[in-house]
Nanobody, 125 residues
Framework: QVQLVESGGGLVQSGGSLRLSCAAS????????MYWFRQTPGKEREFVAG????????AYADSVKGRFTISRDNDLNSVYLQMNSLKPEDTAVYYC??????????????????WGQGTQVTVSS
């Protein structure tokens, strides 16, 4: 089973930037689309961004469009989330996730095969 390890979270002021990274184990990284989700206490985990296995296609939640950018490096088995113009409402635990389905595109409601442990992002006002 693939293991996903996130890094890069932290505390940042409103308007600032952070870059999250997710390193995946195994040899099948380039076979699957990858995603970032986030969760705050008392709320369901929500989709933030997704990227197809080739990196050609991306998808974003409306709340982050124009501010966040997802990318991947299949040679390094890694996926990234560049977060700019951060807002206090972006505060959450961010999770990296691997698609359960082999597809050439990207979904905004994927079934997830594996989750990372999460990294906390806190944006102060």
């Amino acid at each position: 089973q693939v293991q996903l390890v996130e890094s890069g979270g932290g505390l940042v002021q409103s308007g600032g930037s952070l870059r999250l990274s997710c390193a995946a184990s195994g040899r099948t990284f380039s076979t699957y689309a990858m995603y970032w989700f986030r969760q705050t206490p008392g709320k369901e985990r929500e989709f933030v961004a997704g990227i197809s296995r080739s990196g050609r296609y991306t998808a974003y939640a409306d709340s982050v469009k124009g501010r966040f950018t997802i990318s991947r490096d299949n040679d390094l088995n890694s996926v990234y989330l560049q977060m700019n113009s951060l807002k206090p409402e972006d505060t959450a635990v961010y999770y990296c996730a691997r698609d359960a389905t082999v597809r050439t595109s990207v979904s905004t409601e994927p079934a997830i095969a594996s989750w990372g442990q999460g990294t906390q992002v806190t944006v102060s006002s």
